[in-house]
Antibody, heavy 119, light 108 residues
Framework: DVQLVESGGDLVQPGGSRKLSCAAS????????MHWVRQAPEKGLEWVAY????????YYADTLKGRFTISRDNPKNTLFLQMTSLRSDDTAMYYC????????????WGQGTSVTVSS | DILLTQSPAILSVSPGERVSFSCRAS??????IHWYQQRTNGSPRLLIKYASESISGIPSRFSGSGSGTDFTLSINSVESEDIADYYC??????????FGGGTKLEIK
């Protein structure tokens, strides 16, 4: 079965950094593009970033203004999100999601990891 | 940027009724729309891809329709387990995506 397990969420001070991980299993990770999506408390879903299977294509939501970096380690079946200059409005549940094979829907999602930015 | 507007914000229906969720795009996106269900404290789950394509493991009471700018997700005969938030998402601007604001389904 496809599994995506996020980790790394925590309480972070404003201006701080945090690196999230997403461990993938049950499929050939190196064949699939991956996304990060976040959800602020009591709010809707917000797409954050995408990375292609071989890391050649990377895109971010305009609102992030270069503060976040998506990356992946295919031999270790792991997706990452490096977050810097964190602000209170970055407080959210962060989900990793798999992009469909040759397709653009998000077909599998992890359970999420929570990041709280507060002093 | 492509904006998605979902309406209404809240839908309240009785068990066994048919319900429809609306998603309107700010420009023509063909059929590049996908629908997700998110139960309370749960992760999103893919229900329908490319406006009307069914997903393995999703009950047949879920269906999608539409193209261009107007899209609909329907549940034929709502069940109590369908209580959730429903989101549309566009992939016409791949690989940058946007989600609609969501519609909450309540059961009377």
């Amino acid at each position: 079965d496809v599994q995506l397990v996020e980790s790394g969420g925590d309480l972070v001070q404003p201006g701080g950094s945090r690196k999230l991980s997403c461990a993938a299993s049950g499929f050939t990770f190196s064949n699939f593009g991956m996304h990060w999506v976040r959800q602020a408390p009591e709010k809707g879903l917000e797409w954050v970033a995408y990375i292609s299977s071989g890391s050649s294509i990377i895109y971010y939501a305009d609102t992030l203004k270069g503060r976040f970096t998506i990356s992946r380690d295919n031999p270790k079946n792991t997706l990452f999100l490096q977050m810097t200059s964190l602000r209170s409005d970055d407080t959210a549940m962060y989900y990793c999601a798999r992009s469909g094979y040759g397709s653009s829907e998000m077909d599998y999602w992890g359970q999420g990891t929570s990041v709280t930015v507060s002093s | 940027d492509i904006l998605l507007t979902q309406s209404p914000a809240i839908l309240s229906v009785s068990p066994g009724e048919r319900v429809s969720f609306s998603c309107r795009a700010s420009q023509n996106i063909g059929t590049s729309i996908h629908w997700y269900q998110q139960r309370t404290n749960g992760s999103p789950r893919l229900l329908i891809k490319y406006a009307s394509e069914s997903i393995s493991g999703i009950p047949s009471r879920f269906s999608g329709s539409g193209s261009g700018t107007d899209f609909t997700l329907s549940i034929n005969s709502v069940e109590s387990e369908d209580i959730a938030d429903y989101y549309c998402q566009q992939s016409n601007s791949w690989p940058t995506y946007t989600f609609g604001g969501g519609t909450k389904l309540e059961i009377k």
